[in-house]
């Protein structure tokens, strides 16, 4: 956990008292909604279908119990009890107050937090490895660098108007948890030969209406000429991304317009004019990783006889941990995730009472360290094994054990027609009855690594594109109908799903699933995720077993 | 005389006399110091400078600023616009006159300039502004000076929190 200095302290609360006079000034009438508008985005305040929704920056995904103690109090006190974690690891409250918005950014300042550019056409909340710190795979602590670039982009004088919004994912391993091939830049910490450290460069990567996996710009950046390339990057995009179409305005537009190549060219060009001025220093950058509060590991067995024999008299226990259980860098450690996909819930949401559990638990039992990561669970990041059946208990009797990560059920959904003014279908109801569906654990189990993703428009804020199977909700005339696809990954070996036929009905929508479930546990062979069957055999005997079935 | 927010050097901001009359293309040229499109200038520019005027330039966002090097000497203002405030193009323009082509003429914002981007135009170089939303030179210095700390460096002088951080 990155700690606030007194200029990162009074950054934010120098903000919060921005907003709240622009508050006031809206609340008297000076300023109408709609100059109103560009100043509540600019602090992660939209306006939705029954209320205001704040989205809150959790920067990387990163926080610690006393913030997440603080998320559930503003839960509890100014929305209806719970919080939304998103797919680019914030949290949003869907029932606020205009009049409150103030004070919670003041009580959010107050444990070195904000909204910052939570919104808007400017750089948003840098996403990164829920892992890091915690798993042997990585090359280098991504946090850092999160960090590093959260404050750069803060208000960036020149960036801040952008033609779009503009996402950067940074991943240090090399299994991808933060979908970086499909972000506007996606930095993929490399080592050179000379063990020299610097980043893989992908730009123009997105979902949305145009999706795209980016291609590699740069194979290796030093890394510390990060800043002065990123600077550049923006600098192109800033002159020459559309403005003329919203929907053709992201940066990925550009970059097929222009191809890789010359994109990558102009990149060139105008980074040997900015030059090392650019770049941060490396004292900076050392201050910064030395600012991350230092996590103290015991000399542990790798092996716990507590957790071997707990696991042995509790099938339940044993289920999560083959489940929710990652390797940890240190021997006798875990990491621990911790599913926000309760069968029948709404994939994302805590509530304020689980929010403390969690905080309490990471206090008690993991170095006060908490992550969101992008799939919209939570994580541990580093608990003892000896602990894990206690923490299991605890989450347990807080109803946030679903043993189910990376399984059918944990299934990403965006909010959809239930909250968001975009939507065209509903998103959540899909995802809880397909959860529940497949709420047989063992069957889940067996089944294996299946990730379903649902949006509710073609905006896809709920990832369809790259889910195993994509859910994207469409308008027919009134009706909701769910178009499937297959295929897609936004993983290392990110790609975009293919169509399967003509869109479903509402309540086909959980057949169609089992039908591709069961079609996969035929064909699949040996070790086969549904991924790697579905890429073998091709989309046909798929297609053929769901539109039998449709008529 | 019409006036202008501008900008001092001990970063107060002040409302100053404009002496320059905006020309669109298809109006006549008065008479004193004008500011004109890019094509008018590459134009007419030579002539407006032999007659004695001092000659400013606006540029539209898909202009670019390269274009002007040249001439940039000899150019008393860049007024570079905001045909919207959301339209972000003309902060690196400013910033590109500023750090890249050392241009120490007055750079002004023009079209809708709303005092929330008071902040984000200093910082890219811009020391005058024609503000679309009746915002006094106090509104504008306390938009401006709202911060405390900025963590980049710019075209203006403010410290950025790397070096301020170093000095503590």
Redesign the interface.
């Given at each position: 956990m990155y700690q606030y200095?007194a200029?990162?302290q009074?950054?934010v609360a120098?903000?919060a008292?921005?907003f709240r006079e622009?508050v006031a000034r809206r609340l008297s009438g000076e300023l109408s909604e709609d100059q109103f508008k560009?100043?509540r985005l600019?602090n992660g305040l939209y306006l939705q279908l029954h209320a205001y929704m704040l989205r809150i920056a959790i920067p990387y995904g990163s926080l610690n119990a006393r913030q997440m103690r603080r998320l559930a109090h503003i839960g509890r006190t100014y929305d209806r009890g719970y919080g939304h974690f998103t797919t680019r690891q914030n949290l949003q409250f869907h029932w606020i107050k205009l009049r409150d918005a103030p004070d919670i950014l003041d009580q959010l300042a107050e444990v070195d937090m904000h909204a910052i550019q939570t919104s808007g056409?400017c750089i948003r909340n840098v996403t990164s490895d829920p892992y890091a710190g915690a798993t042997a795979e990585e090359l280098d602590d991504p946090r850092v660098w999160s960090e590093a670039i959260r404050?750069?982009s803060?208000?960036?004088?020149?960036?801040?108007?952008?033609?779009r919004k503009f996402k950067i994912a940074i991943t240090a391993a090399p299994n991808d948890r933060t979908a970086a091939k499909v972000h506007d830049i996606g930095l993929m910490i490399r080592r050179g030969r000379d063990g020299q450290l610097g980043f893989e460069v992908i730009v123009g990567g997105g979902l949305g209406r145009t999706p795209y996996v980016g291609p590699t710009i740069a194979e290796f950046l030093p890394a510390n000429r990060l800043f002065s390339y990123l600077e550049a990057i923006l600098?192109v995009y800033?002159?020459h991304g559309r403005?003329d179409n919203i929907y053709k305005a992201r940066i990925k537009i550009l970059v097929a317009a222009l191809g890789a190549e010359e994109f990558a060219r102009q990149v060139a060009e105008e980074w040997a004019?900015i030059g090392p001025?650019g770049d941060?220093?490396d004292?900076?950058l050392a201050?910064i990783r030395g600012a991350f509060a230092t996590t103290v590991f015991e000399a542990l067995p790798a092996t716990s006889e507590v957790f071997e024999t707990a696991k042995a008299a509790d099938p339940a226990l044993a289920r999560f941990a083959r489940n929710n259980l990652r390797p940890h860098k240190k021997p006798g450690y875990t990491i621990v995730e911790v599913s926000l996909k309760t069968i029948g819930d709404t994939p994302g949401d805590a509530t304020s009472d689980q929010m403390d559990v969690i905080a309490d638990l990471a206090e008690r039992y993991g170095q006060d360290d908490i992550r969101v990561t992008h799939e919209q669970n939570l994580v541990l990041p580093h608990v003892r094994l000896d602990d894990v059946p206690e923490v299991f208990a605890q989450l347990q009797a807080t109803g946030l054990a679903s043993a189910n990560v990376n399984l059918i059920s944990d299934i990403i959904a965006c909010p959809g027609l239930d909250y968001c003014a975009l939507a065209n279908a509903r998103a959540i109801p899909v995802a809880q009855q397909i959860a529940q569906t497949f709420a047989d654990p063992d069957r889940a189990e067996a089944i294996g690594e299946l990730k379903i993703k649902i949006s509710g428009c073609i905006n896809a804020c709920g990832h369809h594109h790259v889910g195993h199977i994509g859910i994207l909700g469409v308008d027919k005339k009134g009706e909701e109908f769910y178009q499937l696809t297959l295929g897609g990954s936004g993983a290392e070996d990110a790609a975009v799903g293919k169509m399967l036929g003509p869109a479903l009905p509402y309540d086909k929508v959980a057949a169609a699933i089992d039908t591709l479930v069961e079609v996969y546990l035929r064909e699949r062979h040996e070790g086969e995720r549904f991924l790697d069957t579905y890429r073998r055999t091709g989309v046909e005997p798929f297609k053929e077993a769901v539109y039998a079935d449709a008529h | 005389m019409p006036t202008l927010i501008r900008r001092q050097d001990d970063d107060q901001f002040i409302l100053g006399d404009d002496p320059f009359t905006a020309v669109a293309d298809d109006e006549g040229l008065p008479p004193g110091d004008v500011i004109i499109s890019f094509a008018r200038f590459q134009a007419e520019g030579d002539r407006l400078l032999a007659e004695g005027r001092a000659v400013g330039v606006r540029l539209e966002?898909a202009e670019?600023v390269e274009a002007l090097a040249y001439d940039l000497p000899r150019i008393a203002v860049v007024a570079l616009a905001f045909p919207k405030?959301?339209?972000?193009?003309a902060?690196?323009a400013a910033?590109l006159l500023r750090q890249?082509f050392a241009y120490a003429g007055e750079v002004r914002a023009v079209g809708e300039v709303l005092r929330?981007?008071a902040?984000?135009?200093v910082?890219?170089g811009f020391d005058a502004f024609a503000p679309a939303d009746g915002a006094s030179p106090q509104d504008w210095a306390h938009a401006v000076h709202?911060?405390?700390?900025?963590?980049?460096?710019?075209?203006d002088l403010r410290t950025p929190?790397?070096v301020?951080?170093?000095g503590g």
């Open positions: 200095d200029v990162d009074e950054f120098d903000r008292r921005e622009q560009t100043l600019m056409n404050q750069w803060s208000l960036h004088p020149e960036f801040s108007f952008l033609p600098r800033n002159r403005r004019k001025e941060l220093p004292t900076e201050r | 966002p670019e405030y959301r339209d972000g193009r902060y690196t910033r890249r929330e981007q902040g984000f135009m910082r890219c709202r911060h405390r700390h900025v963590y980049q460096r710019a075209a929190a790397y301020e951080r170093e």
